[in-house]
Structures are given as structure tokens and as C-alpha cells.
């Protein structure tokens, strides 16, 4: 069964220091990859897919099938980065099914 | 505005009694899930449905159950609740680029 690894429960850092949140994977296949944010007490929100390779508030993440990771990162956090951030896979033949991570709350400190 | 909705917002519930959670979506997504958020253990799938008309048990099945009549709807219910389903829940759905919208989530306290 598929499974979704973050390390790290928090990840506290000033603002305007990089900030990467790491996010490993198992499955044999090519799932697709996706991160999620959550915001204090607000529903969950899709922030990147590694099909789109697209950067969102300054956020890119690379999926890496060498090391099954998908790692988020930004260079210079801000303060409104404050929040829940979610791994998670989904894998088309199972019906796209999530699967999350437990999760990395963001401390931005001013 | 398009989107998925969520009922109630919050409850508080005394053990043993049954229990509905509502999930309407307006995007015609076929499929559709619900999780539950526990602190240091992320979301857990409790069930899912791929399309109107059929379910599947999800990581955390047990104590729940879900229908889906039509597309737009997927409610939740609990037999008979236990403290232990005390959880933060989410409905929601996706479509075929398998990107989910959540719902805003039902707080659920069982006393």
C-alpha cells in the first residue's frame, strides 16, 4: 500500500529565511503528487501538483522518483506562509484517492 | 459560487446516538471522500465514491457509513457514536485531473 512520510511534525523559521518541507513516498508505480495548505481553522487547499511544475506563492516543489520525494520549498518565507502544509498522493488507477501525510505546521516568525 | 459544502459546521453529540454528516458539491464530480484530521495523523480516508451508485471503504472505515444516491451528495452517518470518533471531518471530491476540493470541514465532539 501506498504510503506518505513527513518527518518533520514543525518547522519553525524568521521571516524571509528559505523554508523546505519534505515529503517522502512509497509506491512502486507513478503516483501524482500534490501539496496541500491548510490555513488556521479553514478547509484544506490544493497549493501545488507536481504534473503542473508551477510555482504558487512562491512555492515550487520537484518530484524526485530517485529518492521518492516531493519536497516543498521557498526561498524567503513570509509571515502569511503561517500554516498546515499536507503531502499527499493520489494514484489514477485507485480512483485518485488521497493519501495524505500527517503533516508540518509552519511557524513564520517575524 | 461553485464549490462543497458542509453540515453542520460543528456538533457536540452524546455517545450512542446516530449521527449525519452532509456533503453537497455543485462541480459534478464523480468522485467523492471523506476524511477525518487528527492531530500528528494528518487526514484519514474513511470512505470514498468513485461515482453515484457505489462506495468503498476507505483506512478508517469502521463506525461509518456512506451512501451516494446521486452525484451531488455523499452524507456520512454514524451508527452510534463513540468518543473516539471525535475529529475534525472533511468531505470532498475531485474530478478527473484529480485535484480535490475540500469542504470547510465538521468539528465533532462525542460526550
Known amino acids: 500500500a501506498q504510503r506518505v512520510t513527513q518527518p518533520e511534525k514543525l518547522l519553525s523559521v524568521f521571516k524571509g529565511a528559505p523554508v523546505e518541507l519534505k515529503c517522502n513516498y512509497s509506491?512502486?508505480?507513478?503516483?501524482?503528487l500534490f501539496w496541500y495548505v491548510q490555513y488556521s481553522r479553514q478547509r484544506l487547499q490544493l497549493l501545488l501538483r507536481?504534473?503542473s511544475r508551477e510555482s504558487i506563492k512562491g512555492f515550487t516543489a520537484d518530484l524526485n522518483k530517485g529518492e521518492t520525494s516531493f519536497h516543498l520549498k521557498k526561498p524567503f518565507a513570509q509571515e502569511e506562509d503561517s500554516a498546515m502544509y499536507y503531502c499527499?498522493?493520489?494514484?489514477?488507477?485507485?480512483?485518485?484517492?488521497?493519501?495524505f501525510g500527517g503533516g508540518t505546521r509552519v511557524l513564520v516568525k517575524p | 459560487i461553485a464549490g462543497i459544502t458542509q453540515a453542520p459546521t460543528s456538533q457536540i453529540l452524546a455517545a450512542g446516538r446516530r449521527m449525519t454528516l452532509r456533503c453537497t458539491q455543485d462541480?459534478?464530480?464523480?468522485?467523492m471522500y471523506w476524511y477525518r484530521q487528527d492531530l500528528g495523523l494528518g487526514l484519514r480516508l474513511i470512505h470514498y465514491?468513485?461515482?453515484?451508485?457505489?462506495?468503498g471503504k476507505g483506512e478508517v472505515p469502521d463506525g461509518y457509513s456512506v451512501s451516494r444516491a446521486n452525484t451531488d451528495d455523499f452524507p456520512l452517518t454514524l451508527a452510534s457514536a463513540v468518543p473516539s470518533q471525535t475529529s475534525v471531518y472533511f468531505c470532498?471530491?475531485?474530478?478527473?485531473?484529480?485535484?480535490?476540493?475540500f469542504g470547510q470541514g465538521t468539528r465533532l465532539t462525542v460526550v
Open positions: 465514491s468513485n461515482t453515484a451508485g457505489t462506495t
Open positions: 499527499a498522493l493520489s494514484i489514477k488507477a485507485a480512483g485518485n484517492k488521497l493519501t
Open positions: 509506491y512502486s508505480g507513478s503516483p501524482e
Open positions: 507536481h504534473i
Open positions: 462541480m459534478r464530480h464523480n468522485a
Open positions: 470532498a471530491s475531485s474530478g478527473q485531473d484529480g485535484g480535490a476540493f
